[in-house]
Structure formats: C-alpha cells, structure tokens
C-alpha cells in the first residue's frame, strides 16, 4: 500500500465513539481503583453500599441490589458476602418466604460511606472537573441516548 494511501483506523464511526467510550472507561476508571482500593473496596461494592444507605433505614432485596447497579455483577452473592464479613451490611431472610435475601447496611457501612463522600466528590473532580457544566450536560445526555435501548427495562438509567 503506497504511504499516501493509509487504512482507517476505524471500521466506522460508530466503532470509533464505542471505542473511545472504552478508553475513556478504562482512564476514568483508574482513579476510581485506586481510591476504592485504599479502602479493601471495589467500585460494586461502593455502589451497592450507595445503594443501601438511600434506603436505610430500610433494607433492599439482594435482587433489587442487582437490578440497580451501575454495572452488572453477575456474583450479587459473593459481592454481599464480602460487606457481610467486613460488618458493612446484615442479610435477614423473612420467615414468610424464604427465597428472599433482605440486605440492610450497618453503621459501620454508614460510618465508611461517610468518610468516603468528600473523597468520592473529589475523585470525580480529578475525573471530569475540567469540563464545562454545559459540556457534562450534553455528555450526560448523549449517555443516556446511547444506552437508551439497551436497559433491561427499556427506560433510561438514573442515577
């Protein structure tokens, strides 16, 4: 192939946003383990920690918990043994119907998310606090558009 004739580098755009979306995945990503990481933590576990404090005092089902994670986690199961054994979280299977696993978090679940928060807001910053409030809003937009007809539900994700 002569030098002036170059292959592209991309099958097409739509390969080239996918993996753009990927890099960005995996560069946003790194700081969010190394903070997690600090703390015995992956980003699941976090989220579903997250998830638990916006109903406490109440607890969620174990599927429920899976259903509303950001990403998939195919072992809800073994994520939620890991907080149990931390003292992060307490299981309780009702005595009406005991297929259903009840998570609830604990104080000391509460109390890490608590010294987490201010960490979190500025883990974000690192990650995206260079951009435009208008820019994160178009980006949030064109998010939710993409994924649009891949939720499960069919209905946009909220955060």
Known sequence: MPATERRPRFDSLAQEAYLSLWRT????????????????????????????????????PTLAIASRLISRAPDITRLLD??????????????????????????????????????????HERQLGHMKKKDLQALVGLLKKARLPHEPDGSAWRS
Do not use: M, W
């Not at 997690?36 to 916006?54: E, P």
């Not at 003292?87 to 609830?104: A, M, Y």
């Open 82 to 123: 890991k907080l149990e054994i931390r003292g992060l979280i307490e299981r309780d299977r009702p005595s009406d119907n005991r297929r259903v696993v009840n998570v609830g978090i604990t104080s000391a679940g509460l109390e890490l998310l608590g010294r987490l928060d201010a960490l979190v807001r500025d883990c």
């Open 25 to 60: 995945y995996d560069r946003l990503r790194l700081l969010e383990d190394e903070l997690f990481g600090q703390h015995d933590l992956t980003a699941q576990q976090y989220n579903a920690l997250r998830l638990l404090r916006a109903r406490h005092p109440d607890t969620l």
